[in-house]
Each structure stands twice: as structure tokens, then as C-alpha cells.
């Protein structure tokens, strides 16, 4: 990661009034601040380092690292970080590792809370919704709704208000120049209204974050013109030259941060750190709920651990195992060193003959779990799917059928990168959902169905709009 800055000393008093528990605005964090926060991130972490240490890039240096950046910026700091590819991925992966562990554990996709009878929790199954609503009963209830969770405490019977939720909006650009620029760092820098933002290497695109606006409801987040301009006029901040603009976007996505409530006026003064408010049995629920506030991709496996030692203090029970070290889904036997990759898909060749276009892509999506998905792709006729560059009509199948799919949606946009990567037109998305189809045993009025929910998504979340007699798609403003 990068942080240029386009002074030496700015921000330093706010950083020392805030040290002492104030909270003045910054403006314009210069290199000194932001290197003695590197520094003593790098001193609180000495002791688990798996990354290397902070450094300081000086002005001619930072121009070579990042061509074309604009004159203003004197110098700029550098640190590492992790990065997840694929977190709707990894998300349905600890899903289906839960149920793998113990087989008194059930994961239900498109299942919502919608109320409380006396002990028993009532679930609407939204595949079947004219069914009598799903039963469960337990000792203690997580609600880990994220930002939805005074809702779903709502359903319960109980009014809270935990959560002051801040919409955050990203885009997805086509721009090889920005991509080259980029050569897969990071830029972490301030807007013009010292707001953090980033722009990013993501996988063949470039990814541009974020916004942060207050909003009540989750259900509303979608990117704007207003929060694209932002985020262009940031961008634009940083490499003035750029030739880049809305025709450049080939996807955008939004979504609420579950932050807890604050007073705060400036949605930057929130508090990023997660809590665990209880609401303790009374009346006719004889459970205690726990909503799990502020989740964090970057801390979730910490929360988790403080979410089931008070479950088991609750239960009066002592922990037996933990899962500090367990690798995830298709972490488990992955290696992503150079050697090992080759070696893996070597050994999908050698062993289901696999062809190494294509076993380079079951590794690189699937990790380890790339072997079972190889032996269901062989086991059977196979071919590439028609219009979408990597993937087989088997692998699809393998989604569709072993990964919680209900509708076409949740494998287009939570099973691959194939929407946010702006690989989908009006004829890919046909077969994609004859795959889908066939697998799942969908007739024609449900494919038309599904495809009418999908292209609805598409275009009301994510600003892609798949014109139905074009073959190729198109991605524009509303407006223009
Ligand atoms: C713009 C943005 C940027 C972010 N950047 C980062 C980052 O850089 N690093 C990082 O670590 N984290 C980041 N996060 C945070 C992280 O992505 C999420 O906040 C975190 O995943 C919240 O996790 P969660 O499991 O608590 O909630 P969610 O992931 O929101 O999951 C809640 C689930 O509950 C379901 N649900 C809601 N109501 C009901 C109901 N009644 N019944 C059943 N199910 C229900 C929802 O459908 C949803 O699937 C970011 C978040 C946003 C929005």
C-alpha cells in the first residue's frame, strides 16, 4: 500500500489533540503523522509479524513507483497489508465448513427472520414462501444480521437501536493505463475532504472506494451519481492526466457498514471496533439474544472466538478445540507460492486430465477444494461455457448443485467474480442460466423468472444493464 501526502508536517496537532481524547478534524495528514502511525503499528505488531516493516518513499521515488501522480504530493509512506479476493467466497465457504463440522448444523440461503413464538424463532423460506414458516429453538440467539440486526431483533418482539449504519459505495474500472500505473499496489489517499479513499489492482480491473454516508436503511444502498463524481474528482486528485471516466465503469456495488449508533456529526468519528450488546431472557423469551455489532472482515475470526466463549460461558460449558489456526474452505492444503501453484495444476492434469487452461482457473477460484471440483468436471461430458472465458458447463453445475444456489443471482454474483468483473452480456446470461437450470431442474418459466430477477439486480445495484437484443452489454448512467 501507498500513502502519498501532499505535506510534511500537516495534521500534527489534530493527531496530538486526538492522542489526548479530542476529536479536531484532520486535514491533509502529512508524512510525519502518517509515518509515526505506520510506526507504531509496526511496534504494537512486532511480535506476530508476517509482513515486512513500514518504509518512506521520497518525492523522486514515489514517482517512480506511481507514474503520472500529480506534482502536489512531496513524498509518501508504503506498508503491507492482507487483501481478500473473494469475499463471497470465503464467506460460503465458513458456511459450508459450520455444516461440514458438526451435522447438527444447517445453513439456510434466502431464509429470514419474520418473527417470534414464544421460544420458537419463525423463518420464511423466500424459495417457497406460500409454506408455513420454518421453526428453531435454542439457548442463546446470535443475531449477526450485520446491518439489519434492530430489524431482526425487531422481528423478535424487541426494539433496539444498535446500529448507525454508513453506506459505502466502490466502482469497478476498465482502464489498462490506471491498471499499469497502479503495478498492484494500493493507493491509500485523502479526497479533497480528507476523507480516506482507495483505488486498487482488482484482478483485471481497478477497484475505486469509498464512500461513507450515513443510512438508515440497508435495503436502499446503491451507488449515485453524486458518490461516482466523488469518487472520480478523488481520483482525478491523485493522477490528473488520467483520461477516465463513467464509460470506464463496468460494475458498482454498495452496501451498509453494521457501525454502532453514534452521536458522531462526522461519520469518520464512528467507531470501526465491534461489541456484543445482550439482551437478556425476559417476558415469554426465555433466551438471551447477542447482536454481533461492527463486524469486520479484518477481525471477524477474533470476534468470532469472543462470540462462542460467551455462548459456552453462558451454557456453563469449557472450550475444547479451537479454530485460531484452521485453514478456510479451500485454504486448507493451498499454497499460493509459484511452485506449489504449478505443482496443483499438475496434479489435476495428472489425475482427472484436466487441461491446464482450466485447472489454473479451478485453482485460482477454488483453492485446495479445486481436486473435488476437477472430479465432478470429469466425471462427465464437459465443455467451456459458450461466451464466458474460463469456466465449464460442469463447473457450473458443481455451483449450482453443491454451493447453496436458489436463485440464478446468488451464482452470477456471490458464487463468482463473473458480474463484478463486467464478463456478463445478454447471451452469456442465457446460458448460464440453462446450466443453472438443467442442474437445479428449473422449467422455462422459472429460467425466465430467474433471468428477469438477475438482469433487475444487475441494473437497479450494480448499474450494468444487459440489453436484452444486443449482444454486448452496456454500462452507463441513468442519466446520461
Ligand atoms: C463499503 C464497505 C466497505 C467495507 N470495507 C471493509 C474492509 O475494508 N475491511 C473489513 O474488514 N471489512 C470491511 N467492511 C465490513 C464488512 O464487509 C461487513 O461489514 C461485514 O462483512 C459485516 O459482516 P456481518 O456478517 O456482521 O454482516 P453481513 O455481511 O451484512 O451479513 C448479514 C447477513 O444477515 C442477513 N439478514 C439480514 N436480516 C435477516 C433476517 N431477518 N433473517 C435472516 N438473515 C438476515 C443478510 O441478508 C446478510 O446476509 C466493509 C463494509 C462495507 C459496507
Not at 518512506?56 to 514515489?62: A, Q, S
Not at 456471490?414 to 464478463?423: D, E, N, S, V
Not at 431442474?441 to 437484443?469: C, F, K, M, Y
Request: net charge neutral; hydrophobic share 40%; charged share 25%.
Amino acid at each position: 500500500m501507498v500513502v502519498p501526502a501532499r505535506s510534511w508536517f500537516g495534521g500534527l496537532i489534530p493527531a496530538m489533540l486526538r492522542f489526548f481524547g479530542a476529536r479536531p478534524r484532520f486535514k491533509e495528514r502529512g508524512v510525519g503523522v502518517i509515518l509515526a502511525g505506520l510506526k507504531l503499528y509496526d511496534f504494537l505488531g512486532r511480535h506476530e509479524r508476517i509482513l515486512p516493516r513500514s518504509g518512506f518513499l521520497g518525492r523522486r521515488r514515489l514517482r517512480r513507483q506511481l507514474r503520472g501522480i500529480a506534482d502536489s504530493f512531496v513524498a509518501g509512506c508504503t506498508y503491507h497489508d492482507a487483501w481478500i479476493t473473494a469475499p463471497e467466497r470465503l464467506g460460503l465457504e465458513l458456511a459450508m465448513d459450520g455444516c461440514a463440522a458438526d451435522t447438527g448444523s444447517v445453513a439456510l440461503n434466502h431464509c429470514e427472520l419474520v418473527g417470534r413464538d414464544g421460544d420458537a424463532l419463525l423463518f420464511r423460506d423466500a424459495a417457497d414462501p406460500a409454506s408455513e414458516p420454518l421453526r428453531a429453538t435454542g439457548k442463546v440467539v446470535i443475531n449477526a444480521a450485520g446491518a439489519w440486526i434492530d430489524r431482526a431483533n425487531k422481528a423478535m418482539g424487541e426494539d433496539t437501536a444498535f446500529i448507525g449504519g454508513t453506506k459505502g459505495s466502490h466502482i469497478l474500472l476498465d482502464h489498462d493505463d490506471l491498471h499499469a500505473r497502479l503495478r498492484g499496489k494500493m493507493i491509500y489517499f485523502e479526497s479533497a475532504d480528507s476523507r480516506i479513499c482507495l483505488v486498487f489492482p482488482y484482478l483485471d480491473k481497478v477497484l475505486l472506494g469509498s464512500t461513507d454516508i450515513p443510512l438508515a436503511e440497508p435495503d436502499d444502498a446503491v451507488c449515485t451519481d453524486e458518490e461516482i463524481d466523488y469518487l472520480f474528482a478523488a481520483l482525478h486528485g491523485i493522477f490528473p492526466g488520467l483520461g477516465i471516466g463513467t464509460p470506464d465503469i463496468v460494475y458498482t456495488y454498495s452496501g451498509v457498514r453494521p457501525l454502532v449508533r453514534s452521536g458522531a456529526d462526522d461519520p469518520g468519528d464512528i467507531s470501526r471496533d465491534h461489541s456484543m450488546p445482550a439482551l437478556e431472557p425476559a417476558g415469554d423469551r426465555g433466551f438471551p439474544v447477542l447482536s454481533l455489532v461492527g463486524g469486520k472482515w479484518t477481525t471477524f475470526r477474533a470476534f468470532a472466538q469472543q462470540t462462542t466463549d460467551e455462548v459456552l460461558r453462558r451454557l456453563g460449558k469449557t472450550r475444547r478445540s479451537t479454530t485460531e489456526a484452521r485453514p478456510i474452505g479451500g485454504g486448507d492444503g493451498f499454497s499460493p507460492t509459484p511452485e506449489h501453484l504449478a505443482r496443483q495444476v499438475a496434479a489435476l492434469g495428472a489425475a482427472h486430465g484436466t487441461s491446464p487452461k482450466h485447472a489454473q482457473h479451478l485453482v485460482a477460484f477454488y483453492g485446495a477444494r479445486a481436486d473435488t471440483m476437477a472430479a465432478f468436471c470429469a466425471a462427465a461430458p464437459d465443455r467451456p461455457v459458450a461466451g464466458l472465458v474460463g469456466y465449464t458447463e460442469r463447473e457450473l453445475t458443481f455451483l449450482a448443485t453443491r454451493e447453496l444456489v436458489v436463485h440464478l443471482e446468488d451464482l452470477v454474483l456471490r458464487r463468482t467474480p463473473m458480474a463484478i468483473l463486467g464478463q456478463l452480456d445478454a447471451a452469456n446470461i442465457r446460458e448460464v442460466c440453462r446450466i443453472v437450470a438443467a442442474a437445479l431442474g428449473w422449467d422455462a418459466a422459472r429460467s425466465e423468472a430467474e433471468l428477469e430477477r438477475l438482469r433487475s439486480t444487475l441494473s437497479r445495484q450494480h448499474r450494468v444493464v444487459i440489453g436484452e437484443d444486443r449482444q454486448e452489454f452496456e454500462h452507463r448512467r441513468a442519466t446520461s
